[in-house]
């Protein structure tokens, strides 16, 4: 049964509450059975459950109902949805974690949450060979079926939403902010192009929530959660891409890691990944032989590359100088499996022979 409108309120007010998250959340409930019973209990009820004094303070003040207000407003907009934890719609790989949260805000296509998700996260200042690499993977990889989830940061995660987008795939953005309050603010327009795409935008955080430095490592373990793995394009020892990626193995997700130069910087987190037992990542096709089960692409056992004879085409090259295709039009064309189609693909994307518009593929001069 759906949630009376006084408990969605209920339930809106204890998440508007300071100092009140996704375990108290979760322990109050457990307590009363319901938010509209906990709210109404003496706050003595609430200090036994070892809650903070002041949060039984504020939930009766001005400004938690106002909260609850303006996001119950908020919702009646198109597209924008409330998920809560225990009902129907939330995403059930999130549903796992310990401290899962109470409730998501999502704005578009809230279904992709239950759809197969890769994650793509990295620097935030990638270079320009990171950041090319970051929108091919994301690219074959949204053609092979993947939803791109990353977090609309500057850098890889751009990259990756970008890419994902110019296969004419979705991808969802886990925000460390409200969703009335894009950030970085230079990404609203590419936010916007997520949404037009069919792509959606989540947060766990009140609607305008602005940037804080704490929620950021907050959301990582959403970005992790919601996905079957991790893929870290480049980062260095430092990144917050290694929280995830450490956030992913302890949800029991895959991690995967693109290795770099050892003079770059940026690969050292990477490589540290690898160490610490990373899959390393050279093609899509590393990741799509682990993740098979959630596809529907045929099996693909391991072919012996088929290099080109000297002075030839590469046989894909030869396809697209006649007329761009698609990458399922290529393996018909071919005879190739899928898989094997998307990982030549990415290979010749990074070394310049072929690029993507608009989910068709085609060759490039040289």
Not at 57 to 69: D, F, G, L
Not at 97 to 105: R, S, V, Y
Request: proline share 8%; hydrophobic share 45%; aromatic share 4%.
């Amino acid at each position: 049964m759906p949630l009376s409108p006084a408990e969605l309120e209920a339930r809106l007010r204890l998440h508007a509450l300071p100092d009140f998250g996704p375990r108290r959340h979760r322990r109050l409930l457990e307590a009363f059975a319901s938010a509209s019973a906990a709210l109404s209990a003496p706050a003595s009820a609430w200090r036994a459950l070892g809650l903070p004094a002041g949060c039984a303070e504020a939930r009766r003040s001005a400004e938690v109902r106002q909260q609850a207000a303006m996001a119950l407003a908020w919702l009646e907009q198109p597209q924008r949805q409330l998920l809560l934890l225990g009902e129907p719609g939330y995403p059930a790989l999130l549903a796992e974690l310990d401290d899962a949260p109470p409730l998501l805000f999502v704005e578009g296509e809230a279904a992709l949450l239950e759809q197969p998700q890769l994650a793509m996260v990295g620097s935030r200042r990638a270079s320009k060979p990171g950041l090319d690499t970051a929108r091919a993977f994301a690219r074959q990889l949204a053609s092979a079926g993947f939803v791109i989830s990353s977090g609309l940061a500057l850098g890889i995660d751009g990259a990756a939403h970008r890419g994902a987008l110019e296969a004419s795939g979705q991808t969802v953005a886990v925000l460390g902010t409200g969703l009335q309050r894009i950030y970085p603010a230079r990404h609203a327009p590419l936010a916007a192009e997520i949404l037009a795409g069919g792509g959606a935008l989540v947060s766990e955080l009140p609607l305008d929530c602005p940037p804080q430095a704490g929620n950021f490592p907050r959301r990582n373990r959403i970005i992790s959660g919601l996905s079957l793995g991790v893929l870290v394009v480049e980062a260095s020892p430092s990144s917050g891409s290694l929280i995830t990626a450490r956030l992913a193995a302890e949800q029991g997700r895959e991690v995967y890691a693109i290795p770099g130069s050892i003079h770059h910087p940026g690969a050292r987190g990477c490589h540290q990944l690898i160490r610490d037992g990373a899959t390393l990542v050279e093609s899509i096709e590393h990741i799509l032989e682990a993740l098979r089960g959630w596809q529907n692409l045929a099996p693909a056992p391991r072919p012996p590359a088929v290099p080109a004879p000297a002075g030839e085409r590469h046989p894909l090259l030869a396809l697209l100088h006649a007329a761009p295709q698609t990458s399922e039009a290529l393996a018909l064309a071919s005879g190739w499996p899928l898989a094997r189609v998307l990982a030549a693909l990415t290979e010749l994307e990074l070394d310049g022979l072929v690029a993507c518009e608009g989910g068709r593929w085609l060759g490039c001069a040289g």
